[in-house]
């Protein structure tokens, strides 16, 4: 008995203590990520203000520089007319002063010269215009060059500056939770400042391996799935918001690890009338004169996950159309409205095992969703529909959904899922 007391005692030592070492990582963990985000926030903030001084600095020099060349402009405007005036004066003056001495010299030269001289400088003093001088501008004419600096350029700089840049101790978004989906997660966030008024989220995604992340999202919506995921990789999330009114995003959230183990969804290649995707995902109904179903590649449609059809592009209706699971690939019918299937056709009827439902959801159209989500609602003896297995349907499209017992002869937790159309144009992802 005691030893059995002492195995105990053992094992909850063991347990207690793996539970400290859990909590003794998980804080060294919470303070690695308020070091390293402090870090980083003090770079941000240092290699931002550095680069507005810089262009701050550059932006003032070149405001500088072009006062100046507009003060240097109108001086050199100013001043050409009146050095050509200045020009003009010296000139006037310069031989005025010339005809002078030339005058003195005429009264003082000798008497034999004197009266040649005499008539030279009369001949000379005739053709010089002493009164045809510029004018010249008053002093309250001429440009008197200042300069006018607002000072209230600082004030303005001051109260903008002491207002720029916050700092906050956790992003006003987090991201939430991460669901598996065929060759996708749906990953939803949530808003943790209240405070905050988000205008727009942005979605970023990474494979871990990657450098980069890259926009998987961008709008008003809390989730999205993000597709085209490799199952059992690991893939890192962000998200951040915008702020009502505003134009810069909010600082990232704490990245996340998400991943899938279930794999994609595909089509069945080789099938005349439908042209796939390169990941097969996606199926156009081509112009060939073949007609069939298009069916899954394999039942990877499970009870309890939601799937989900996208109508990309339509194309002409036909009563015939159809999109929905089925129990088995059934070869020569030309709809999945038949035994063993479940679907709705394009212009919203349902059908279930081949009969048509009293109620209708509206038709699909370019862009429309359809989904089907199944649970197992019975596992046993024979029911009063002559079927022992049951599962509880739900078909949603346009915001409208029907919800029914489909009744099976056999246990099935895997379903295939197909689709048909008669005429070319239709385009339908899955996942």
Same mark, same amino acid.
């Given at each position: 008995m005691f030893p059995f007391i002492k195995y105990i005692s053992l094992l909850h030592f063991l347990a207690m203590f793996s539970f400290q070492q859990e909590l003794a990582a998980e804080t060294n963990a919470s303070q690695e990520l308020i070091r390293e985000?402090?870090?980083?926030?003090?770079? @941000?903030?240092?290699?931002? !203000?550095?680069?507005?001084?810089g262009t701050l600095k550059k932006l003032l020099d070149e405001r500088l520089m072009s006062l100046l060349q507009e003060v240097d402009t109108i001086e050199q405007d100013s001043i050409k007319p009146l050095d050509e005036c200045q020009k003009l004066i010296e000139h006037g003056v310069s031989t005025a002063d010339d005809l002078l001495r030339e005058g003195e010299s005429a009264i003082c030269?000798?008497?034999?010269? +004197?009266?040649?001289?005499?008539? $030279? !400088?009369?001949?000379?003093?005739?053709?010089?215009?002493?009164?045809?001088?510029?004018?010249?501008? $008053?002093?309250?004419?001429?440009?008197?060059?200042?300069?006018?600096?607002?000072?209230?350029?600082?004030?303005i700089l001051r109260n903008q500056i002491f207002r720029h840049g916050t700092v906050a101790s956790r992003p006003p978004v987090q991201l939430e939770e991460f669901v598996?989906?065929?060759?996708g997660i749906l990953v939803r966030w949530c808003k943790v400042d209240d405070d905050f008024v988000p205008q727009d989220y942005r979605l970023q995604c990474r494979?871990?391996?990657?450098? +980069? !992340?890259?926009?998987?999202? @961008?709008?008003?919506?809390?989730? !999205?799935?993000?597709l085209h995921i490799d199952p059992n990789v690991d893939y890192q999330f962000r998200v951040c918001a915008r702020g009502d009114g505003r134009q810069e995003w909010s600082p990232w959230s704490v990245p996340q690890i998400g991943r899938t183990t279930l794999?994609? +969804?595909?089509?069945?290649?080789?099938?005349?009338?439908?042209s796939l995707s390169s990941r097969r995902n996606i199926a156009l109904r081509n112009d060939s004169q073949s007609c069939g179903v298009l069916y899954s590649k394999a039942p990877t449609y499970f009870c309890g996950q939601t799937l989900t059809f996208r109508i990309e592009t339509v194309g002409q209706p036909d009563r015939r159309d159809s999109l929905g699971v089925c129990v088995e690939q059934q070869n020569g019918y030309d709809?999945?409205?038949?035994?063993?299937?479940?679907?709705?056709?394009?212009?919203?009827?349902v059908f279930v095992n081949g009969k048509e439902m009293t109620n209708q959801l509206p038709a699909v159209t370019s862009g429309s969703t359809v989904t089907f989500d199944m649970e197992v609602v019975q596992l046993g003896p024979p029911s009063t529909e002559g079927g022992n297995f049951k599962l509880r349907v739900t078909i949603s499209s346009n915001n409208r959904e029907v919800v029914f017992d489909w009744v099976l002869d056999q246990c099935c937790v895997s379903l295939y899922f197909g689709c048909s159309f008669s005429y070319p144009g239709w385009k339908v992802l899955v996942f």
């Open positions: 985000s402090a870090t980083l926030t003090r770079d @941000v903030l240092e290699q931002h !203000f550095n680069d507005l001084k030269g000798d008497v034999e010269q +004197h009266n040649e001289k005499l008539c $030279s !400088f009369t001949k000379k003093a005739l053709h010089i215009q002493l009164d045809s001088l510029p004018e010249v501008p $008053s002093l309250v004419d001429v440009p008197c060059l200042s300069a006018q600096l607002d000072d209230c350029l600082l004030t598996e989906k065929p060759g494979k871990s391996t990657a450098s +980069h !992340f890259e926009d998987v999202y @961008v709008g008003s919506e809390t989730e !999205f799935i993000v794999v994609p +969804h595909e089509w069945t290649a080789g099938l005349e009338g439908y709809s999945l409205q038949r035994d063993k299937a479940v679907c709705i056709s394009t212009n919203g009827a």
